[in-house]
Every structure is written in C-alpha cells, then in structure tokens.
C-alpha cells in the first residue's frame, strides 16, 4: 500500500488538491481519494464498503540533517534563521574554533548507520603550495583513502572530528545506510575577530615590531573592513579566507605569501604569527644587513656623512635612527611587501645618502 501525491502534467505534486490511496487485496485492485488534510495522519486508516479496514502506513524519506550545535545547516543559501549567515554555512568562530557539526539520519527506524566527512578547498590560479588546499578526510585509513565509520544505530548522532587541524571549504557528510549511499554539500567558512581583538593580539606577541599591527591593518582590508582573515559579507567570495589582488598568492590577516600550512588559511592567529615570524626571521634581519653593508661604504668612503642625520618621512611619519622609528624599521616594512629597491642606501658616487619614495611604506605608514 502506498500514498502518492496528485501530480501536474511536469510531474509536480498538485499542493491543493488531494492524495490517492492504491490498493491491491488478493487479486483485486482499486483506488480511493482521499481529502488533503487526511494525509497528516500516520498509520492511514481506511474503511471500505463498511466491512472491510486498510491502512496506509505514510514513510519518511531517510535524509541527513546536520546541526552546528543548535543552528540546523541546510543545503540551500537563504537564511531561514535569520541570524546573518547563510544557511549552508557552518563558521569558524572568531575565537577562532572550528565548528562542533553533528549529524544524524531521519526516515529510517532501525537502520545502522555508516558516516563519513570530506572538506574540499582551492581558489582559480593559487598552487596548492605546501599543501594549503590539501583535502581533509574523516575517517581514513593508514594511506588516506576515505572509509566509512565503524556502524552505529540511526538512532544516534554522529560526531564531525578534526583531528588534522583547521580546514574549511566545500563540506560533504556522507551517510550508508541499508546499502544506499546519501549525501549533504554545505560549506564550512570563518568568521573574523573584531579589530580590538586582533590588535591585542599582535600587540603581545609582536615583540620589537611596532610596525606589525599597520603592515596587518593595510594588508587585510577587504570590503571596507580591517584585519579580514575572510572576506566580510558584502563581498564576494564572501566568508572564504582573504586572498591578495590580481596574481599574488597571499591570504588572511598579514597576507602570508605563501602560507607555510593549510590552516593559516583557516585560523587567524596562525596567520598573524607567521606574518610576525616572517618579519623577525627574514624581513628584519635582510633590512639590518642592508643598512650595515651600506654604513661600511659611507664609513670608508665620508665618515662624517653619518646615517644619524638623515630623515625619511612616508605619510607624516618620521624615521631616523637613533629613535622609536629607525631607517631599518623602514627598510623590514618595505621587505615584507617584496621591494627589491631599498628606500635608503650609500650614494658613493656622490658621498651622500640617497633616498627613494615607497607607495608600500606611504600606505602602512597612513594607517598609523
């Protein structure tokens, strides 16, 4: 026995209209309508030519239905909650902490389940250096090939584990049950920290680099918004990590081109740190060989032209050795952006310091 909707000429169920209740009793067959509002109830039971019952017994359809704590994650993009955020988004908090997902199955009482959870993520032109869109799987086996989860009733919830880190991008959670393979596609993208947040946050663990926190502020501005590890809402891309214009290859916060790991892609304060690492292992100490090298040429060559006297400015800002803002603070904000042409250096044809402009220093220092 079996409920089956009125349909349209295009095979849609015909919302107003009613249901049909087929039948087969030995070797008859027969058809009753039934008012709409009868199919509400479940088992069906119906009563023919006042001696003889059948009952229809209406079956839910096994789906998947995944949860981030008590928020119910869809597969389509509205925002039936009304909470901001599209609703086939599970987010990474800005604590940051990746999203507690649960799933489970409905329709199907009795079953034993099998489960399974990938993550997927690239971006059009970026190499997957160092592994930073490698593909998460869970479970898996010694050699990384997907598995299905030991059984458990369907009954029971199953819990989503990350135990490789943090990872977002395209989500499936698979389901086996009875043999026949479900799935559910949503997406797992990140929230930002607020401005206060992550300025504390550099400012403890900057160390000597005042600098760090305006490099962070410049380099992360997407949509109108600062220290954008993922792009705010009103862009597009919206919620995916924060990528450099055009053909560069950095992301998040300090724009780290490229990130050492995948999860400084994911995880904000592991992209502020690298940027930080980065200043105080390649950037600061290329900065202070070039302006040692250089006062060794104006030390042989004009030893009273000393580089104590010299200034340079870049959006008001003053940097002269010898105080808070040095000409080597100048040259590591410079490096961090690539320049190849210091903004100071020994002009021995001339015996004179000589100066170049910086678009790159002119805009960090603007936002001083």
Request: glycine share 8%; aromatic share 12%.
């Amino acid at each position: 026995m079996e409920a089956i909707p009125a349909l349209d000429e295009y095979g849609d169920p015909i919302e107003d209209f009613s249901y049909w209740i087929l039948w087969q009793l030995d070797n008859d067959a027969g058809m009753i309508e039934l008012p709409l509002e009868d199919s509400t109830q479940n088992p069906l039971t119906v009563t023919m030519d006042g001696n003889m019952i059948v009952k229809a017994v209406f079956e839910e359809a096994i789906k998947i239905v995944v949860m981030q704590g008590t928020r119910q994650i869809l597969e389509s993009g509205g925002d039936a909650d009304a909470d901001g955020i599209p609703d086939d988004i599970a987010t990474i908090t800005a604590t940051p902490q990746m999203p507690q997902l649960t799933a489970r199955i409905t329709g199907c009482n009795g079953c034993t389940v099998q489960w399974k959870f990938k993550l997927e993520y690239s971006r059009d032109g970026v190499p997957n250096s160092n592994g930073i869109f490698d593909s998460y799987i869970y479970p898996r086996d010694a050699d990384d090939n997907e598995i299905w989860s030991s059984p458990i009733s369907g009954a029971q919830v199953w819990q989503v584990v990350y135990d490789r880190g943090f990872v977002g991008g395209n989500a499936f959670v698979a389901a086996l049950v009875n043999g026949e393979e479900y799935e559910f596609e949503f997406k797992v993208l990140g929230l930002n920290p607020t401005d206060g947040t992550v300025e504390n946050f550099i400012d403890t663990n900057a160390g000597g680099h005042w600098y760090a926190k305006y490099i962070a502020k410049h380099e992360s501005i997407s949509g109108g918004e600062y220290y954008s590890q993922f792009n705010p809402s009103n862009t597009s891309n919206r919620y995916e990590p924060n990528k450099a214009p055009d053909q560069e290859d950095g992301f998040g916060i300090m724009m780290v081109d490229p990130p050492a790991n995948r999860a400084q892609l994911w995880h904000w304060q592991f992209n502020v740190e690298e940027g930080i690492r980065r200043l105080d292992t390649i950037y600061r100490p290329e900065a202070e060989a070039w302006i040692a090298s250089q006062i060794i040429q104006q030390m042989d060559e004009a030893p009273t032209q000393t580089i104590d006297n010299e200034t340079l400015t870049f959006s008001g800002v003053v940097f002269q050795q010898e105080t808070a803002r040095t000409m080597t603070d100048a040259c590591t904000i410079q490096r961090f952006n690539g320049a190849l042409l210091w903004v100071i250096y020994w002009d021995n044809p001339n015996d004179v310091w000589g100066k170049r402009t910086s678009e790159y220093l002119e805009k960090v220092c603007s936002e001083i």
